[in-house]
């Protein structure tokens, strides 16, 4: 009854019209703002909503100020939301996706969740996404940043898992190790692939010049263990399932993934929704990003049903490997607030130095611009 006369007040006076564009979101965004501004007038309360620091959001001029831990934890009221979310059903790297519909995860959020496999290239996904063709994707960072500096309205809101991106080298060329890559060719799926561009990150940081002392020839994904055996390249780059797969085979060593080293907590797949959906309805936003990331959770405590569900959509390799493939990934550490922007910030510092993003981009006003945090 409260807030039915709040919003009453508020809207006394104004056309139907009006009336019916002055949201319970708005009226709950007003109220959060009149409360902050009580105690130390109106700029005081925009600093407070602009305040840097883990998890804030910055204030974007031109657009409302947000109360944002009430709009982000606002239970979804009404009918299931219906949302589109663009992902790659042969990737491994989606399952989160497919256990959270399975499982009911979706629906616990009141969402209604349709998928769109989405074939085209990084830049048509983040144009449909942008453009509301899709409310949302799932993707592999190393893959979107460099279509990011394009300026689409698209906001990365939580990293997914790590480490479904192998280097694999051949036994009979003793391919063993990045010094043992020097002259050689490795074999990618495409020139702007993730596995290409992380490999590339690895082996500088190793002292290896990646456009100089290694080639990189491109395949058909299914076809670069071939390659290999061939004799036509000396080691592959690819992303899960295939480089797992060809791996049990027994003719290739594995080098690195991007869990190696430094990058052990690196995330690799990410969840981006369109910045309209943002700004509009932050409690969907927020409601399909812990969906996914509670998707995430149960991947990892049970690998076995998770392979099940990806079988059961094309998935490649028996239900028993995948699973087996899921317990080598971190599903269970899904980075979001000052933690995501840090890894964004870090993976655009390093493709700038293998020359694959722009020397004018600055990595953090890049990373504050492309990441927003809907859960806190």
Known sequence: MEKREIGNSLTKGLSEAKRGAFSRRSVLTLVCTLGATAPFGMF??????????????????????????????????????????????????????AVAKERGIFAKHNLDVEFVNFGGSTDQLLEAIATGKAD??????????????????????????????????????????????????????????????????????KGI??????????????????????????????????????????KLNEIATNLTGEFADRTCCVLAIRGGLTRSEMPVAAALTRSILEGADLVASDPADAAAIYSGYGGRGSVEDLATMYRSHTHHNHPVGATLKKQLLLYTDELKAVNVMKRSTDPAKFAERIYLDVLS
Not at 179 to 205: M, T, V
Request: hydrophobic share 45%.
């Open 44 to 97: 005081g309360a925009a600093r407070a909503l602009t305040a840097s620091g883990a998890g804030s959001l910055s204030y974007i001029p031109g657009e409302p100020l947000i109360c944002r831990a009430a709009a982000s934890s606002e239970e979804l009221q009404g009918p299931p939301r219906q949302l589109k979310l663009a992902w790659n059903a042969n990737a491994a790297c989606t399952v989160a996706a």
């Open 136 to 205: 949302a994707g799932l993707g592999l960072a190393l893959r979107w940043l460099k279509p990011l500096e394009q300026g689409f309205d698209v906001r990365i809101t939580a990293g997914v898992h790590g480490g479904c991106i192998r280097l694999l080298g051949s036994k009979a060329a003793n391919i063993d190790s990045l010094e043992s890559l020097r002259g050689k060719a490795i074999g990618i799926s495409d020139q702007s692939s993730p596995a290409k561009n992380f490999f590339s990150i690895y082996l500088a940081k």
């Open 209 to 250: 010049d990646p456009a100089q002392e290694v080639e990189w020839r491109q395949y058909p994904a299914n076809l670069l263990a071939l390659a290999v055996d061939k004799g036509e390249v000396q080691a592959l780059a690819e992303i899960d399932p295939l480089p797992y797969l060809w791996l049990k085979e027994g």
